[in-house]
């Protein structure tokens, strides 16, 4: 009944956790892709385990079959979860795929540890549902393990070997999963031969598993987040620079002597332009890209207010109907003016910005025909517009996967481009 009980446990266990793997929001996909495999072969090692319980001793030939079925997923299941758990290892601390040998012993050992196995379901040397449907232990019913225990070995020297890679509550779930089952081998090899033990220690290593690892990414996700907002507000403080301000509230406070309507107008891009960027701190997802266009034109307005002739901004808008991460185009068209235009030997210059739409992705450029500079000269020499292009790329690679190319020739000018990738499903 003790028996029957654990089994049962262990099933509603691997259904909550292959629902919460499936569906949680804190587990990334390649840990909730591991859970799944693993609640799912934990699922039919239990339902097994329960099944050879309920059926075993009773008479029928119908029965005999389904008893050697279930005896024989109880025993390669263990092996099936120990390849899993080393696989999730091996996705952590192999990134580049260095231990291939590793990962193809691996499955060797597995297909050897079942080929095993199913082999004893004729020669009964593990095992054998003799005719009163009772299944007997073989001589060589130890061996039924020795694969699981060379896997937690192998797992062991590359945990040791690799711990800097792991955070400490992956070397816990790591650390755990080579302990509890190990202690529960030993125990059914040599003490508890008739129960569930294994399946138990599986599901209690699988719970505490999926407990430390949401709460270790759960734990990166708020840092992530933090970084986020912080990142915000650098990019907000890049954008709104003193002299801007400084520069703009003169202009406007000179055309209110002159020209009161036009005063009111400057006054109102002004107010949108601050705004905008007070808004982006709280906007996590990519806007449309004609809201950040509609920034950049009043940004560009109040500049035409203080420079008139000297600066011409042209658009060149050839798509529009996509997604761009806030505050990435007006930095680039702020640099363009401040170190294209106005650099320029006579303070005179064009600024054009263009869109392109490609099979695979949108571009975004801005383009100016001023002096042009050695791009990686950029973080000694200015270092406000370093701060702004290392914002920019930073949002792009986290809001999007986007990348930041930047083209200058000195005595030419320069193109900065934003590069999003296409993704046809949003």
Do not use: W
């Not at 003799?130 to 062991?156: C, E, H, Q, R």
């Not at 992956?170 to 650390?175: A, D, Q």
């Not at 650098?234 to 703009?248: A, E, G, K, V």
């Amino acid at each position: 009944m003790l028996n029957q009980s654990v089994a049962l446990a262990c099933i509603v266990l691997s259904l909550f956790g292959i629902l919460q793997s499936a569906f949680g929001t804190r587990v990334d996909k390649n840990s909730g892709r591991h859970f799944i495999f693993f609640f799912s072969v934990l699922l039919i090692f239990a339902s097994a385990d329960l099944a050879t319980l309920l059926i075993q001793g009773k008479p029928g030939r119908e029965l005999r079959i389904v008893l050697s079925m279930t005896s024989y997923f109880e025993y390669c299941s263990p092996s099936l979860l120990a390849y899993i758990v080393s696989h999730y290892l091996l996705s952590i601390v192999d990134a580049k795929h260095e231990l291939k040998k590793l990962r193809v012993t691996m499955i060797v050992m597995v297909f050897v540890h079942n080929l095993f196995i199913t082999v004893s379901q004729y020669t009964g040397m593990i095992y054998q549902v003799n005719s009163l449907n009772v299944v007997n232990i073989g001589k060589l019913y130890s061996l039924a393990y020795v694969m699981n225990a060379a896997m937690l070995i192998i797992d062991f020297v590359l945990l040791v070997r690799r711990r800097g890679m792991l955070s400490k509550s992956e070397k816990i779930v790591f650390g755990i999963f080579m302990t509890v089952p190990s202690v529960a081998i030993i125990l059914r090899i040599f003490a508890v031969k008739d129960g569930v033990i294994i399946v138990g220690a599986m599901a209690l290593t699988a719970f505490v598993m999926y407990v430390f690892t949401l709460s270790d990414q759960t734990e990166r996700y708020n840092r992530q987040q933090q970084q986020n907002s912080k990142l915000k507000i650098d990019i907000m403080l890049s954008q709104i620079q003193p002299h801007f301000l400084y520069n703009s509230l003169l202009v406007i406070r000179q055309i209110c002597l002159s020209d009161p309507t036009k005063a009111a107008s400057a006054i109102d891009d002004f107010a949108k332009y601050l705004r905008h960027n007070m808004d982006s701190i709280t906007e996590n997802a990519p806007i449309p890209f004609e809201t950040e266009l509609k920034h950049v034109r009043q940004y560009v307005q109040l500049q035409q207010l203080r420079f008139e002739d000297d600066l011409d901004v042209r658009y060149d808008i050839e798509c529009s109907d996509f997604r761009i991460p806030t505050l990435t185009l007006q930095p680039l068209v702020e640099n363009a003016i401040r170190y294209g235009v106005r650099k320029s030997e006579d303070g005179r210059g064009t600024v054009t910005v263009r869109t392109r739409e490609y099979d695979d992705r949108y571009e975004v450029s801005v383009i100016d025909d001023g002096p042009g500079f050695v791009p990686e000269s950029v973080p000694q020499d200015k270092e406000n517009a370093s701060l702004g292009l290392r914002n920019v790329r930073e949002r792009l690679e986290m809001t999007c996967g986007g990348e930041l190319v930047i083209d200058s020739v000195i005595g030419e000018g320069t193109n900065a481009t934003i590069v999003l990738p296409r993704n046809e499903e949003e």
